[in-house]
Structures are given as C-alpha cells and as structure tokens.
C-alpha cells in the first residue's frame, strides 16, 4: 500500500486525478492506497463511488494534519475534528476512535543547515538515540521512514529512530501526480478488506516499509537497501 497520497479532491498543489493514481496504483503493483488529502478527507458518497468503480484495489480515506509538531497521517479520523491542529489533541481523538498516527518525514531539510538556520536555531547533530527523544515520538504510534519526496539520508536516520523506539514504520510516496506512486510503499502481511482491519495491523506492528515496486523488485528497506 502507498500510505501517502494527494489528490486534486484535497490538495491544492496537487495535480493527480483519482482515477489516474487508482490506474497508476494498479500498474505498479499496489493492492491498496491510502488517501491522505491536507486536513481533510472524501466526503462519504465521493469515497463510496470511488471503492465502487476501483474495486478490488483496497482504498482507505486517511487524512494528513497539519499540526504544532509538524505533519501526521492519520488513519481512522471521520472527519477534521476541532483541536487537531494540537498533536496532543489529535492523538486523544484519535485513541478514542481507535486509529493510528504516524508523524510524517519527520527529518525533511534536517541536514541543511540553512533549515535551522532559517528558524534562528542551531543545526541539530543528527544521532539517532538522540533525536528519538524529541516530544513528537511520545504522541504518534508509528514513523514515515520511506518518504518520495525526502533525500536517502532523511529517510534512512527516519527508520534508525524508529528502531531505537520500537515504532513500525511505513512508506510511501507523498506524490502530488502520477510520477513515482508505490516507488516507496507499506507492506502489510495480508490483504486489507476494511479500514478496521489496517488499524488492527497497523497497531500489531505487522508492516514493513518496502520500496522499487514500480521497477518490479519490491525490497525491505534498511539502511543500506536504498544504495543497493
């Protein structure tokens, strides 16, 4: 499954029809999506139309909020809640639904130090077992360490956080058009029929982050796999 998508339904710089990323999914190889629009999701008869035409690939409505503590995917969320915008909000509404938050390309533009410069901050040493201790890991259940648009570098210091924290990780491509669907995906050990049951393998822990789908030679992601 690609865990993280943008369509021109929910993304203003986004350019991707939905039946172009279904099309594109398919052709790849993907078994299922995840939408994820900015702060918002499908409305119920847009989403019901789309499952319908698209079956049998597996469609989920997620959401990506914007919040203080940066990007989360959210899985499970009915709709935009009042307070999200607080990540410590975000995760009660999410708990009380019982749906899954993973904070997204947690470490974009962290090796530059112009991006700290920027915000009149110090470039942060970029150590693993330090960076783990960062307040956004403590609210979010799981980390996006394949992301399409990060470099290697950030997606690799991405999965050793979360190995240092016990957290899945999942990927996906964050595409805004049809380029570079499924490149980075979740593997998810059985085919997905409902939302309930991708929150209850989400919660187990029973993904893994893969990429090179779309070149027909799907692969775990570790830290060396992306230079092979």
Not at 69 to 96: C, F, N, Q, S, T
Not at 149 to 155: D, G, K, L
């Amino acid at each position: 499954m690609d865990m993280h998508m943008h369509t021109v339904l929910g993304a203003y710089d986004s350019s991707l029809k939905p039946d172009d990323l279904a099309e594109e999914a398919r052709r790849v190889g993907l078994t299922g999506v995840n939408i994820t629009e900015h702060d918002r999701i499908w409305d119920q008869f847009t989403l019901d139309k789309f499952k319908e035409a698209q079956a049998p690939l597996f469609i989920n409505n997620g959401m990506e909020v914007s919040t203080d503590m940066g990007h989360i995917l959210a899985i499970g969320l009915k709709g935009y809640a009042p307070g999200i915008r607080k990540l410590a909000e975000l995760r009660k509404v999410v708990d009380d639904l019982g749906g899954f938050i993973i904070v997204a390309h947690p470490f974009r533009h962290w090796f530059d130090p112009v991006h700290f410069m920027r915000q009149g901050k110090k470039p942060i040493p970029m150590i693993a077992e330090d960076l783990a201790n960062l307040p956004v890991f403590e609210l979010v259940h799981g980390i996006e360490v394949l992301n399409g648009c990060n470099t290697p570098r950030e997606n690799v210091i991405a999965l050793k956080v979360a190995k240092v924290l016990g957290k899945p990780g999942t990927g996906g491509s964050d595409c805004h058009s049809t380029s570079g669907i499924g490149y980075f995906c979740t593997i998810f050990e059985k085919d997905l029929s409902s939302t309930e049951e991708m929150l209850e393998e989400l919660h187990a822990g029973r993904i893994q982050a893969g990429h090179d789908l779309a070149k027909g030679n799907l692969t775990m992601f570790t830290e060396d796999s992306l230079e092979a």
